[in-house]
């Protein structure tokens, strides 16, 4: 620490007339100033940089949102369409089965029918 304090007072106490330097010497600061300065500085910075960060962040998480929302939308419809065409293969499906059981129903009433007007019957009676 005290080589840094060393360094830093030889940078001041040369008279240089160049940019940020040269305002130092002409206010006269102590080192423990220009070091306080700097972490003022550092934290200054550190706290806009996360503030910047915070809202990039924010919008992100926003636009994650919406994109979510309008995924599950999109399945939601999806759902109902699949519902939708399944309910009317069910249908499609029990109108076949509703056909092919009268269709039974006739064939074996026409048996029954065939084998009543059946001459060995009508003999027997």
């Known amino acids: 620490m ?6 830093i007072q030889s940078l001041f106490k040369t008279q240089s007339n160049v940019g940020f330097f040269y305002i130092i010497n002409l ?5 423990t100033t220009i070091i306080i300065s700097a972490v003022l500085g550092l934290a200054v910075g550190f706290a806009i940089a996360k503030f910047l960060e915070k809202g990039k962040a924010s919008k992100t998480i926003i636009n ?6 309008a995924i599950i939308k999109n ?4 759902g ?6 399944k309910i009317f293969q ?3 499906r029990f109108l076949e ?6 269709k039974v129903i006739l064939s074996k009433e026409k048996k029954l029918e065939n084998l009543k007007n059946a001459p060995e ?4 009676k």
């Open 75 to 78: 399945a939601k419809k999806e």
């Open 27 to 31: 206010i006269n600061m102590d080192s």
């Open 2 to 7: 005290l080589a840094l304090n060393l360094f």
């Open 64 to 69: 994650a949102r919406k994109e979510a929302l």
């Open 90 to 92: 069910a249908k499609e």
């Open 80 to 85: 109902e369409n699949i519902k939708k065409d």
């Open 121 to 124: 019957i009508k003999n027997l």
């Open 97 to 102: 089965l509703k056909a092919e059981h009268e």
